[in-house]
Nanobody, 125 residues
Framework: VQLQASGGGLVQAGGSLRLSCAAS????????MAWFRQAAGKEREFVSALRWRDGNIAYGDSVKGRFTISRDKAKNTVYLQMNSLQPEDTAVYSC???????????????????WGQGTLVTVSS
């Protein structure tokens, strides 16, 4: 599976960005697509995930209520709309895909087999 992420950039605090991750190379009926982020000097953190077959969604606690994950089935693309961005959201955001995940495992980065290149999001204060 190939993943192509885009949409990062520089934004002021309180602003918004939308990230995209397009997938190709495999049928997606059993896929879960997710976003993780990693800030400098910190561990990779779960942001959000969407399970393709039933639309089940999960969010990390730090982004709940501000970020929204969605998809375009026809394009095998997942989006992450990020609103009310804060400096602590600054990180490299990476998309990932895993297959056959159960709901309880959607937040676990070890369950994801394929990773796209990261896209940098910088939020200035």
């Amino acid at each position: 599976v190939q993943l192509q992420a885009s949409g990062g950039g520089l934004v002021q605090a309180g602003g918004s960005l939308r990230l995209s991750c397009a997938a190709s190379g495999r049928t997606f009926s059993s896929a879960t697509m997710a976003w993780f982020r990693q800030a400098a000097g910190k561990e990779r953190e779960f942001v959000s995930a969407l399970r393709w077959r039933d639309g089940n969604i999960a969010y990390g606690d730090s982004v709940k209520g501000r970020f929204t994950i969605s998809r375009d089935k026809a394009k095998n693309t997942v989006y992450l709309q990020m609103n009310s961005l804060q400096p602590e959201d600054t990180a490299v955001y990476s998309c990932a895909v895993g297959f056959g995940l159960i709901v309880s495992s959607m937040r676990n980065l070890r369950m994801y087999d394929n990773w796209g290149q990261g896209t940098l999001v910088t939020v200035s204060s």
